[in-house]
Protein backbone atom coordinates (compact mmCIF):
# COMPACT_ATOMS: atom_id res chain seq x y z
CA UNK A 1 0.00 0.00 0.00
CA UNK A 2 1.25 3.42 -1.06
CA UNK A 3 2.07 6.26 1.79
CA UNK A 4 -0.45 8.08 0.30
CA UNK A 5 -3.09 5.30 0.26
CA UNK A 6 -1.89 4.45 3.90
CA UNK A 7 -2.46 8.39 4.95
CA UNK A 8 -5.95 7.70 3.48
CA UNK A 9 -6.69 4.99 5.72
CA UNK A 10 -5.45 6.81 8.74
CA UNK A 11 -8.03 9.79 8.27
CA UNK A 12 -10.90 7.99 6.95
CA UNK A 13 -12.18 7.82 11.13
CA UNK A 14 -12.03 12.10 10.22
CA UNK A 15 -15.45 10.96 8.31
CA UNK A 16 -16.80 10.46 11.88
CA UNK A 17 -16.16 13.48 13.72
CA UNK A 18 -13.03 12.61 15.23
CA UNK A 19 -10.12 15.71 15.43
CA UNK A 20 -7.18 15.08 13.32
CA UNK A 21 -5.34 15.24 16.56
CA UNK A 22 -6.80 12.67 17.75
CA UNK A 23 -5.46 10.86 14.91
CA UNK A 24 -2.07 11.52 16.06
CA UNK A 25 -2.23 9.30 18.74
CA UNK A 26 -2.78 5.80 16.51
CA UNK A 27 0.63 6.38 14.79
CA UNK A 28 3.06 6.50 17.31
CA UNK A 29 5.51 3.66 16.68
CA UNK A 30 6.77 2.22 12.68
CA UNK A 31 5.69 2.01 10.09
CA UNK A 32 3.14 4.17 11.26
CA UNK A 33 5.21 6.93 11.88
CA UNK A 34 6.05 7.86 8.44
CA UNK A 35 2.39 8.78 8.28
CA UNK A 36 2.16 10.53 11.05
CA UNK A 37 5.29 12.53 9.93
CA UNK A 38 3.18 13.24 6.26
CA UNK A 39 0.16 14.14 8.22
CA UNK A 40 2.18 16.30 11.07
CA UNK A 41 4.08 18.32 8.29
CA UNK A 42 0.77 18.47 5.54
CA UNK A 43 -1.62 19.38 9.02
CA UNK A 44 0.78 22.55 10.07
CA UNK A 45 1.46 23.39 6.43
CA UNK A 46 -2.76 23.79 6.29
CA UNK A 47 -2.10 25.98 9.49
CA UNK A 48 0.83 27.94 8.51
CA UNK A 49 -1.09 28.60 5.16
CA UNK A 50 -3.94 30.40 7.41
CA UNK A 51 -1.07 32.35 9.51
CA UNK A 52 0.21 34.08 6.60
CA UNK A 53 -3.43 34.88 4.74
CA UNK A 54 -2.83 33.02 1.66
CA UNK A 55 -4.99 30.31 1.96
CA UNK A 56 -5.33 30.43 -2.28
CA UNK A 57 -2.19 29.43 -2.90
CA UNK A 58 -1.08 25.87 -4.84
CA UNK A 59 -0.81 23.96 -1.56
CA UNK A 60 -0.07 20.70 -3.38
CA UNK A 61 2.61 22.67 -5.26
CA UNK A 62 4.28 23.63 -1.66
CA UNK A 63 3.83 20.29 -0.38
CA UNK A 64 5.89 18.50 -3.75
CA UNK A 65 8.78 21.23 -2.31
CA UNK A 66 8.92 18.11 0.36
CA UNK A 67 7.30 15.09 -0.90
CA UNK A 68 6.91 13.52 -4.08
CA UNK A 69 3.41 12.79 -4.71
CA UNK A 70 2.24 10.46 -7.72
CA UNK A 71 -0.79 12.66 -10.21
CA UNK A 72 -3.17 10.00 -8.87
CA UNK A 73 -2.25 10.41 -5.07
CA UNK A 74 -2.87 14.54 -5.35
CA UNK A 75 -6.50 13.89 -4.40
CA UNK A 76 -5.40 12.33 -1.02
CA UNK A 77 -2.37 14.72 -0.13
CA UNK A 78 -5.25 17.70 -0.91
CA UNK A 79 -8.18 16.12 1.38
CA UNK A 80 -5.27 16.16 4.43
CA UNK A 81 -5.01 19.28 3.64
CA UNK A 82 -8.46 20.18 3.77
CA UNK A 83 -9.31 18.63 6.37
CA UNK A 84 -6.76 20.32 8.68
CA UNK A 85 -7.46 23.58 7.67
CA UNK A 86 -11.53 22.79 8.54
CA UNK A 87 -10.25 21.34 11.98
CA UNK A 88 -11.15 23.79 14.70
CA UNK A 89 -8.42 22.51 16.32
CA UNK A 90 -5.34 25.01 16.41
CA UNK A 91 -2.10 24.61 15.30
CA UNK A 92 -0.47 24.77 18.79
CA UNK A 93 -3.22 21.84 20.05
CA UNK A 94 -1.53 19.92 16.71
CA UNK A 95 2.03 20.93 17.63
CA UNK A 96 1.72 19.07 20.81
CA UNK A 97 0.34 15.93 19.10
CA UNK A 98 3.24 15.51 17.87
CA UNK A 99 5.76 17.11 20.23
CA UNK A 100 4.17 13.72 22.30
CA UNK A 101 4.56 11.21 19.52
CA UNK A 102 8.39 12.63 19.09
CA UNK A 103 9.42 12.99 22.82
CA UNK A 104 12.52 12.58 23.52
CA UNK A 105 13.74 12.84 19.97
CA UNK A 106 14.80 15.81 18.48
CA UNK A 107 15.57 14.47 15.37
CA UNK A 108 12.26 13.75 14.01
CA UNK A 109 11.39 17.05 15.18
CA UNK A 110 13.89 19.10 13.62
CA UNK A 111 13.08 17.16 10.31
CA UNK A 112 9.60 18.29 10.63
CA UNK A 113 10.46 21.59 11.19
CA UNK A 114 12.63 21.38 7.81
CA UNK A 115 9.08 19.61 5.79
CA UNK A 116 7.62 23.30 7.12
CA UNK A 117 10.17 25.54 6.25
CA UNK A 118 10.42 24.10 2.59
CA UNK A 119 6.26 24.32 2.26
CA UNK A 120 6.54 28.34 3.78
CA UNK A 121 9.44 29.02 1.13
CA UNK A 122 7.31 27.46 -1.76
CA UNK A 123 5.72 30.64 -3.29
CA UNK A 124 9.32 32.36 -2.94
CA UNK A 125 8.49 34.48 -0.12
CA UNK A 126 8.59 34.03 3.92
CA UNK A 127 6.06 36.22 5.33
CA UNK A 128 6.85 37.72 8.81
CA UNK A 129 3.67 35.70 9.97
CA UNK A 130 5.12 32.36 8.77
CA UNK A 131 8.40 33.01 11.04
CA UNK A 132 6.28 34.03 14.26
CA UNK A 133 4.24 30.54 13.47
CA UNK A 134 7.40 28.46 13.13
CA UNK A 135 8.79 30.09 15.91
CA UNK A 136 5.87 28.92 18.27
CA UNK A 137 5.75 25.62 16.62
CA UNK A 138 9.87 24.86 17.62
CA UNK A 139 9.18 26.05 21.07
CA UNK A 140 6.19 23.56 21.44
CA UNK A 141 8.46 21.46 19.90
CA UNK A 142 11.00 21.49 22.63
CA UNK A 143 13.75 22.90 20.45
CA UNK A 144 16.01 25.89 21.49
CA UNK A 145 16.31 29.26 19.95
CA UNK A 146 19.57 28.61 18.54
CA UNK A 147 18.17 25.20 17.22
CA UNK A 148 15.38 27.14 15.41
CA UNK A 149 17.85 29.77 14.45
CA UNK A 150 20.22 27.06 12.72
CA UNK A 151 17.13 25.89 10.56
CA UNK A 152 15.82 29.15 9.40
CA UNK A 153 19.00 29.92 8.54
CA UNK A 154 19.78 26.93 6.51
CA UNK A 155 16.15 27.40 4.49
CA UNK A 156 15.57 31.07 4.53
CA UNK A 157 17.19 33.13 1.98
CA UNK A 158 20.00 35.29 2.67
CA UNK A 159 22.95 37.11 0.88
CA UNK A 160 25.18 36.30 3.02
CA UNK A 161 24.23 33.20 5.43
CA UNK A 162 26.46 33.11 8.79
CA UNK A 163 27.92 29.67 8.21
CA UNK A 164 28.73 29.39 11.95
CA UNK A 165 25.02 29.45 12.76
CA UNK A 166 24.23 27.28 9.69
CA UNK A 167 26.19 24.44 11.39
CA UNK A 168 24.74 25.40 14.75
CA UNK A 169 28.45 26.24 16.23
CA UNK A 170 30.02 29.38 17.95
CA UNK A 171 32.82 31.55 16.17
CA UNK A 172 34.89 30.68 19.05
CA UNK A 173 35.19 26.86 18.40
CA UNK A 174 38.10 25.58 17.25
CA UNK A 175 38.12 23.79 13.71
CA UNK A 176 37.93 20.21 15.47
CA UNK A 177 35.36 20.98 17.19
CA UNK A 178 33.58 22.68 14.04
CA UNK A 179 34.45 19.59 12.17
CA UNK A 180 33.12 17.17 14.23
CA UNK A 181 29.49 18.50 14.39
CA UNK A 182 29.60 19.10 10.25
CA UNK A 183 30.33 15.41 10.20
CA UNK A 184 27.11 14.10 13.05
CA UNK A 185 24.85 16.77 10.29
CA UNK A 186 26.09 14.77 7.16
CA UNK A 187 25.90 11.28 9.26
CA UNK A 188 22.04 12.13 10.55
CA UNK A 189 21.29 13.49 6.76
CA UNK A 190 21.85 10.02 5.26
CA UNK A 191 18.95 8.81 3.72
CA UNK A 192 18.73 5.49 6.14
CA UNK A 193 19.06 7.41 9.04
CA UNK A 194 16.29 9.94 8.30
CA UNK A 195 14.16 7.23 7.47
CA UNK A 196 14.38 5.82 10.44
CA UNK A 197 13.35 8.48 12.44
CA UNK A 198 10.80 8.13 10.64
CA UNK A 199 10.68 10.31 7.73
CA UNK A 200 8.97 8.96 4.75
CA UNK A 201 11.12 8.12 1.90
CA UNK A 202 8.77 10.42 -0.74
CA UNK A 203 10.27 13.03 1.69
CA UNK A 204 14.38 12.29 1.29
CA UNK A 205 15.12 15.65 -0.66
CA UNK A 206 14.59 17.37 2.79
CA UNK A 207 18.18 15.67 3.43
CA UNK A 208 19.39 16.83 0.14
CA UNK A 209 18.86 20.58 1.03
CA UNK A 210 20.38 19.99 4.26
CA UNK A 211 22.99 18.28 3.16
CA UNK A 212 24.09 21.37 0.81
CA UNK A 213 23.64 23.88 3.20
CA UNK A 214 26.34 21.99 5.93
CA UNK A 215 28.52 21.41 3.43
CA UNK A 216 28.84 25.04 1.87
CA UNK A 217 28.92 26.48 5.78
CA UNK A 218 32.00 23.65 6.85
CA UNK A 219 33.48 24.84 3.52
CA UNK A 220 33.01 28.49 4.20
CA UNK A 221 34.68 28.17 7.39
CA UNK A 222 37.60 26.24 6.44
CA UNK A 223 38.47 28.36 3.43
CA UNK A 224 37.70 31.66 5.79
CA UNK A 225 40.18 30.05 8.57
CA UNK A 226 43.24 29.27 5.95
CA UNK A 227 42.56 32.20 4.66
Not at 13 to 39: C, K
Not at 79 to 104: N, P, S, T
Not at 137 to 163: C, M, N, S
Request: aromatic residues 8%; contains cysteine; negative net charge.
Amino acid sequence: MSLWSRIAAAVSALATGESLAVVFDRLRTPPERTVAFTIAVIALGAKMAKADGRVTRNEVAAFREVFTIPRAEESNAARVFDLARQDVAGFEEYAGRIAGMFRGEGAPLCDLMEGLFFIALADGDYHPAEDAFLARVAEIFGLTERQFRTLRARFVPDAAPDPYTVLGVEPGDDLDTIRKVWRAEVRETHPDRMQARGVPEEAIRLAEKRLIAVNAAWEQIVAERAA
